[in-house]
């Protein structure tokens, strides 16, 4: 089906705008875009609007229910999985609110802690980039046949996520904040890692980062850069929607136990029996199906009372 074709469908389907159609379907922005450069819409997404609009002549004579089942599955699950994504969502923001309102003090917002410290957001993103670039082999003279580290670069994304939700809340409010990011949820990571790829679009977030802080790039319009190209990073380095939120209530629950155990005053222990604490966290999330703040603190917890 070519893109023209495709705009028609939508509208005689009764969709009023593409975003619209972005929303029932499970898309991206980003995927209309590229559809429409080159011309072509995916036989997934064409074979869809056939079966809404009842066209059952054109669908492949040998092909059963099941075949057409099988073939629409992969846009079924993200749909199904997408209806949570709000939720989700809320309560990221809200536990990042919570962990920021106990560790820097009410009136975050304007930019200072409770001790008068200065607080850049947009610095941390990018420093937070070059820990996930270190986890790659990127370096021409060193390990230059290393595999990248995909288990730590998903626990960077997360720090970045963490950092990128505090900087969108000292902009505007959590319900804002949960319609800016919703529809960027819905993607299907790839299964197949490009390191140089995956490398490049990561740097991407720092120059965000720095073209905002310089004054080179409006705030809000930044904050829209920000999201479509953190979500494009999770994409392309295979980490889902799902694993994310389940690593930044993992992450989250983390800091806010170093917290209460001496973080500040340099009396936490960050290796547990001669294993990183985000290390001994990943393993513990793992092994519980529907992840909770609580039940996940209490673990760590008794991990922690263990640790030499």
């Keep these: 089906m070519i893109y023209k074709d495709f705009k028609e469908s939508i509208k005689n389907l009764g969709f009023l705008t593409i975003e619209d159609f972005i929303k029932y379907a499970g898309v991206t922005s980003d995927d209309i875009l590229s559809w429409e450069t080159k011309n072509e819409v995916p036989y997934t997404i064409s074979l869809l609007l056939h079966i809404l609009k009842g066209e059952k002549e054109v669908l492949p004579t040998n092909w059963g229910l099941q075949s057409i089942v099988e073939e629409c599955l992969p846009l079924a699950t993200l749909l199904e999985e997408a209806s949570s994504f709000p939720h989700k969502l809320e309560e990221m923001f809200l536990l990042q609110k919570k962990l920021n309102d106990s560790t820097n003090g009410k009136n975050w917002e304007l930019g200072v802690n409770k001790f008068g410290k200065e607080i850049n957001w947009l610095r941390c993103i990018h420093m937070?980039?070059?820990?996930?670039?270190?986890s790659t082999p990127w370096k021409h003279w060193k390990n230059i046949n290393s595999d990248p580290d995909m288990n730590n670069i998903h626990v960077e994304l997360v720090d970045i996520w963490h950092f990128l939700m505090s900087y969108i809340?000292?902009?505007?409010?959590?319900?804002?904040?949960?319609?800016?990011?919703?529809?960027?949820?819905?993607?299907?990571?790839?299964?197949?890692?490009?390191?140089?790829?995956?490398?490049?679009?990561?740097?991407?977030?720092?120059?965000?980062?720095?073209a905002i802080d310089t004054g080179n790039m409006p705030s809000f319009s930044g904050i829209e850069r920000f999201i479509d190209q953190f979500f494009r990073c999770c994409k392309i380095s295979g980490l889902s929607f799902t694993w994310l939120q389940k690593l930044y209530i993992g992450k989250n629950c983390l800091n806010q136990f170093r917290q209460d155990n001496g973080y500040k005053e340099g009396s936490y222990k960050k290796m547990w029996n001669h294993i990183e604490d985000n290390v001994v966290m990943v393993s513990l999330l793992e092994k519980i199906e529907n992840i909770s703040f609580e039940e996940l603190y209490n673990n760590l917890k008794i991990e922690y009372s263990l640790a030499k």
């Design 128 to 134: 937070e980039v070059s820990e996930l670039i270190e």
């Design 169 to 210: 809340l000292q902009e505007t409010n959590v319900p804002k904040a949960v319609s800016l990011v919703n529809t960027h949820c819905i993607y299907e990571a790839s299964q197949d890692i490009d390191v140089k790829a995956m490398v490049k679009e990561a740097e991407k977030l720092s120059y965000i980062a720095l």
